[in-house]
């Protein structure tokens, strides 16, 4: 735990939360500033400021809390997001995944999405060197 996390906070039940799922590992609560109706976040309470930062025994509830979640809210379309870092949209230096029911084009999460072509060689050096490092 990080005293100044306001996610910590939520945890230890300093700072109230409108909480949905709790378990020893996981916390999921409502976002207090949704980009659509149902927006939750789902965060682990082992402190860790990116997702290379939280050991796996703390990582495996977050994706199936995340799809129950979206089922209980009854949401057809949804986005699953995890930012890590500043440049990559992180504003809350703790682990969190945004589980944002997508209604409508209008509702939701938009996205821009500019692919590029990829270099065969480059992907299959790439794809050596991660593989090496697993």
């Known amino acids: 735990m990080s005293a100044n996390c306001i996610f910590c906070k939520i945890i230890k039940g300093d700072i109230p939360s409108m909480k949905v799922f709790e378990s020893d590992k996981t916390l999921a609560f409502l976002d207090i500033n949704p980009l659509s109706y149902g927006?939750?976040?789902i965060i682990p309470k082992h402190h860790g400021a990116k997702l290379t930062d939280i050991p796996d025994?703390?990582?495996?509830e977050l994706l199936?809390?995340?799809?129950r979640i979206a089922k209980a809210v009854g949401t057809e379309n949804f986005n699953i997001l995890q930012n890590n870092g500043r440049i990559a949209h992180q504003l809350v230096d703790h682990v969190h995944v945004h589980m944002i029911p997508k209604p409508s084009e209008e509702e939701g999460m938009g996205i821009n999405w500019p692919m590029k072509e990829g270099n065969k060689e480059?992907?299959?050096?790439?794809?050596e060197e991660i593989r090496s490092k697993i």
């Open 39 to 41: 927006h939750t976040l």
């Open 57 to 60: 025994e703390h990582l495996t």
């Open 64 to 67: 199936p809390v995340a799809s």
């Open 122 to 127: 480059r992907l299959a050096k790439l794809q």
